[in-house]
């Protein structure tokens, strides 16, 4: 099992920053990649960003690259997604997930460990 817990989301001007993190527990050593997902009312969950654990290689949704900045600190267990230049059609409860397999890192369906979500609002 590994457990996550997202911080940071909040409410932000258009063009503001916010750093969300996702603190990981349990049996992390299993973890092959972590990602971040977004989901918007009346839509379906989206992918954000990956990061591959033993490599720190990242891969991004086209909507925020160059943008968003996904890393990792392995000695904390936490995932980062540094979001810049935010827009309103960033608003969304971001959700860190964690998967086991390996496969294609932007698969909803593919991540096993969800955390709880974390609300970010953009503003005009």
């Known amino acids: 099992q590994v457990q996550l817990v997202e911080s940071g989301g909040g409410l932000v001007e258009a063009g503001g920053s916010l750093r969300l993190s996702c603190v990981t527990s349990?049996?992390?050593?299993?973890?092959?990649?972590m990602g971040w997902f977004r989901q918007a009312p009346g839509k379906e969950r989206e992918f954000v960003a990956a990061?591959?654990?033993?490599?720190?290689?990242?891969y991004y949704a086209d909507s925020v690259k160059g943008r968003f900045t996904i890393s990792r600190d392995n000695a904390k267990n936490t995932v980062y997604l540094q979001m810049n230049s935010l827009k309103p059609e960033d608003t969304a409860v971001y959700y860190c997930?964690?998967?086991?397999?390996?496969?294609?890192?932007?698969?909803?369906?593919?991540?096993?460990?969800w955390g709880q979500g974390t609300q970010v609002n953009v503003s005009l």
């Open positions: 997930a964690a998967r086991i397999h390996i496969g294609v890192l932007n698969a909803v369906h593919e991540y096993d460990y």
């Open positions: 990061i591959k654990w033993s490599d720190g290689s990242t």
């Open positions: 349990g049996h992390t050593f299993s973890t092959y990649a």
